[in-house]
């Protein structure tokens, strides 16, 4: 079992920066494919793909609202996965949940859906304001 452990979520102005850490433990996860997702509350609302990163860093994939804003990265060493979000706007706000996919270490067209992931952290949340 693989529990995982979201930290560096806050408060912070439109145009700002955070990293988000997300920790492992229980099992090793540097062969799995790791995610970001995000959600807002509110009714109908899904939890919204963010990024994925493959097994070994060399492959990533971003939601287009990201997309050069944001970067995902992984020190297996440390059994951690990162989220790097620059130029921070309002509707970036959301509770940022991390994943991981123990099936596959690659990354595949999969990779956007709830799901895929077998592992989910209790997220943390993001607020920025205008």
């Not at 790097?84 to 990354?107: F, I, R």
Request: aromatic share 10%; charged share 20%.
């Amino acid at each position: 079992q693989v529990q995982l452990v979201e930290s560096g979520g806050g408060l912070v102005q439109a145009g700002g920066s955070l990293r988000l850490s997300c920790a492992a433990s229980g099992r090793t996860v540097g062969n799995y494919a790791m995610a970001w997702f995000r959600q807002t509350p509110g009714k109908g609302k899904e939890r919204e793909f963010v990024a994925v990163i493959s097994r070994n860093g060399g492959v990533t994939n971003y939601a287009d609202s990201v997309k050069g804003r944001f970067t995902i990265s992984r020190d297996n060493a440390k059994n951690t996965v990162y989220l790097q979000m620059n130029s921070l706007k309002p509707e970036d706000t959301a509770v940022y949940y991390c994943a991981a996919d123990q099936t596959y270490g690659s990354v595949t067209s999969n990779h956007y859906r709830v799901t895929e992931y077998d592992y989910w952290g209790r997220g943390t949340q993001v607020t920025v304001s205008s």
